[in-house]
């Protein structure tokens, strides 16, 4: 979703702190607004007239959000910032640019335009980018720096590129095939990538890359990939990893040949495409992973020990500081522990250097947030006492460094000269984090380094001295700043001023800012929720667009910039409203674990509570809140609409999951268990069974190349649906995948809910 269009004066700009304006902070009313006492909207700027928005508009270039970068990184060394800015006259085509904060100034390493040759991509990187949800997107859309901060290596078009500080750019590939997961080795002599299921590798310099894994008779062999459950949902891109000091990789060797032959029609608009995915839903097979340390020739081949159960999840490899140990994050099938492996790389041997276990009826949560040090200790995130919070693990024995009712959201950096981590988290906050900074040796009470009214991001170098910050909030679009150590900004990245040159100028006078608040769950626990109101006549009564996502790892109420889209709805007429239900993350394990083998119940129950607070208020409509989600969103709609007849006046159904079978091992058992073990709760959670409760108008939408939920969720639907007589309307989009998107293809999308709105009488008032 980000999008970017820099001046280069503005991102050039050394700003001092005296000079930026301060915001009012975000509206946090506990009760909804009264007609006659909407929410205020932020004051216009002179000779900006109030615009009404279109979807149109809303999806076109340049992005209405204005210059926002992505990935953002810094150099090892702290002197360069990198990011991907995209094109204003093209919103998702991306190119790289450097800057130096030495001298101040910007370049564009890379331009996609000149360099690219817009050839078709292979059907192995679609779904990689897929996985990482950037499909859409064209030019450069990924990059990575070498740990001797020299050298960044970019893939761009199915070839890889070198790209120099000094604006050089030197082409490392030129092949047919596509080179997939590259990587420069730590010191920079080697390049490294996948390409035809192979792992490659060769000096930098002298080029002349070649296979170093065997050439295996079985199609169903990989190296040097992540398989598709690591990459969909365990956040895991990487399949082999570089030594510090580059004597050995590790790589990951996966077969899938246990793993079920799903069919998948991808049905475009000139034809249909067959793929034969191996597709691991849950209950069935998955791939065998093994792990092997191997020289950069690929001599010296060890198997790493990864125990007699060999139905695990490789969650994480790294190596030690020094190199003298990998460790590897096993996770049980049932996503009920971590084993941290230390494993010796000359023999393969392993050992469980310590356990961590999921609280009684929950799960796992994997995450980036650890650090070995140089030590051998490691800075780790754990969720034992209720709690997301980070631990100090040393010679055997634990140490706590944060704790409380509320959650570290990302471990940032450690500085381990000055014995300092920084992390963002929720202590102020649940729906704004901050960047906070303790002592390692005697954390105490965190130091907050970002402003409160924001909603704070941020990466950092290594040891933590070059910060940059992203923020937002409901009335100013993302900005990102460099920082140093103590947060004390140095320059702007982007400041994205609302001023009369922004994009959104023309629509900021009619902006209108969320309020928000709180209901309560059937046990007792806040769910908070935002809304957003459009101006609101006294005596008259508004239609509710309530648009939820509902499932785990997805928090929906916050106190940042929500884009234009939302305003685009309100600018109809319509009120706005999300709700967080029980399950949603940064609440605790107890708030999370509610959904726990009973998906599309509790959830229901807390949107439910959400629309009767709607309908007390005297200026809703309670005959027109129509419901909206994508997703995990899309099922939750069918769940809703079959729970509760005639509380909905017509619901949206977007891409849904409807029988949770059908979906992958990882995610699906996380939650639900093994349908072989618990076949009632999967029968009690699927939106198949009482498919025919459903009364009231649905509109069913789906990408009918759809390889994540797979377009079958929907036709079993659809069956079931007209078999037992229940009208409903629907809108396929030929060739497309889970993310229906793009520029018109948005609009389309947009205005055909609204058209089904405006059809079954869900309107705003005359």
């Not at 492996?341 to 947030?369: C, M």
């Not at 239900?581 to 708030?591: L, Q």
């Not at 007390?616 to 969103?633: H, N």
């Not at 058992?669 to 618990?678: H, N, S, V």
């Amino acid at each position: 979703m980000s999008r970017i269009s820099l001046l280069l004066a503005a991102l050039c700009a050394t700003v001092p702190a005296s000079f930026i304006s301060a915001e009012a902070a975000p509206v946090t009313e506990k009760t909804a607004p009264r007609a006659a006492d909407t929410p205020a909207s932020p004051a216009p700027r002179p000779n900006i007239a109030a615009g009404a928005l279109d979807f149109q508009r809303v999806f076109a270039s340049p992005s209405l959000d204005g210059p926002q970068p992505r990935e953002v990184k810094i150099s090892p060394d702290g002197r360069y910032l990198t990011l991907l800015r995209n094109r204003t006259e093209d919103r998702q085509r991306y190119d790289l640019w450097g800057y130096d904060r030495e001298s101040g100034e910007w370049r564009m390493l890379v331009d996609s335009l000149k360099l690219g040759s817009s050839r078709p991509l292979s059907e192995a990187e679609k779904m990689q980018r897929e996985r990482k949800r950037v499909g859409d997107l064209k030019g450069i859309v990924a990059y990575d720096w070498s740990d001797d901060g020299r050298s960044i290596i970019v893939p761009l078009d199915g070839d890889l590129y070198l790209a120099g500080l000094d604006g050089s750019v030197r082409r490392l590939t030129d092949s047919p095939e596509d080179e997939l997961n590259s990587a420069l080795s730590p010191g920079g002599k080697y390049l490294s990538f996948v390409r035809e299921q192979r792992l490659w590798v060769g000096s930098l310099e002298q080029g002349a890359q070649k296979p170093i894994t065997p050439e295996e008779s079985a199609k169903t062999v990989h190296w040097g990939e992540a398989e598709f459950v690591a990459q969909e949902e365990m956040d895991r891109m990487a399949g082999y990893w570089w030594s510090p000091d580059e004597s050995r990789i590790a790589v990951e060797r996966y077969d899938e040949a246990p793993v079920k032959v799903v069919t998948r029609a991808a049905i475009g608009a000139e034809g249909t495409r067959t793929y034969e995915q191996r597709y691991p839903a849950a209950g069935t097979p998955n791939v065998l992973v093994s792990l092997f340390v191997m020289k950069p020739d690929g001599s010296g081949k060890i198997q790493v020990d990864l125990g007699a159960d060999s139905d695990i999840y490789v969650a994480r490899v790294n190596w030690s500081r020094d190199g003298k140990m990998l460790y590897v994050q096993r996770q049980d099938r049932a996503q009920t522990k971590i084993d941290m492996l230390a494993v010796d790389p000359a023999t393969g041997r392993s050992s469980v250097l310590f356990t961590e276990k999921a609280s009684p009826e929950a799960w796992i949560n994997l995450s980036g947030n650890y650090r070995f040090l140089k030590d051998g200790s490691v800075i780790w995130w754990s969720e034992r006492d209720g709690f997301g919070h980070l631990y100090h693990f040393a010679n055997g024995k634990w140490q706590q460094l944060t704790s409380g009712r509320w959650t570290v959201t990302k471990l940032v950096s450690v500085d381990e000269a000055r014995g300092r981590v920084l992390f963002t988290g929720t202590k102020d906050d649940v729906l704004s984090p901050q960047l906070y900074a303790i002592d390692l040796a005697r954390p105490g009470t965190p130091q907050r380094l970002t402003e409160e009214g924001w909603f704070n991001a941020a990466v950092a170098n290594k040891d933590g001295r070059t910060l940059v910050v992203t923020r937002s909030s409901p009335t100013q679009p993302s900005q990102s700043y460099v920082a140093d150590a103590e947060g004390k900004r140095l320059a702007w990245v982007e400041e994205n001023r609302l001023d009369g040159a922004h994009p959104y100028a023309p629509y900021l006078a009619g902006h209108r800012t969320p309020t928000f608040g709180t209901v309560k769950a059937e046990d007792g626990s806040d769910l908070h929720w935002l809304m957003i109101t459009p101006k609101m006549e006294p005596g008259k009564r508004y239609p509710v667009f309530f648009e939820h996502y509902g499932g785990p790892h997805s928090q929906q109420v916050a106190r940042q910039w929500l884009g234009a889209l939302p305003q685009a709805i309100v600018d109809k007429g319509y009120i706005y409203f999300r709700l967080d239900n029980r399950g949603s993350p940064n609440r605790g394990v107890k708030f999370e674990s509610q959904i726990r083998h009973k998906l599309g119940t509790v959830e229901v129950a807390d949107q439910r509570a959400g629309a009767e607070y709607l309908k007390t208020l005297d200026f809703v409509d309670p005959k027109k809140i129509a419901t909206y989600g994508w997703s995990y969103g899309g099922y939750m709609t069918l769940k809703m609409l079959q729970a509760d007849h005639g509380l909905y006046a017509a619901g949206i159904s977007g891409a849904p999951v409807t029988k949770w079978e059908l979906y992958d091992t990882h995610y699906t058992e996380r939650y639900m268990g093994d349908p072989r073990k618990q076949p009632e709760a999967y029968t009690a959670s699927d939106a198949i069974e009482n498919a025919a409760k459903i009364s009231d108008p649905l509109l069913l939408i789906h990408g009918m190349s759809d390889d994540n939920v797979v377009f079958e969720n929907s036709t079993v639907l659809i069956s079931k649906l007209q078999a037992q007589a229940v009208p409903f309307e629907m809108m396929l989009y030929p060739g497309y995948t889970h993310a229906v998107k793009g520029p018109m293809i948005s609009k389309h999308v947009w205005e055909t809910i609204f058209a089904f709105l405006t059809r079954h009488g869900v309107t705003p008032p005359e």
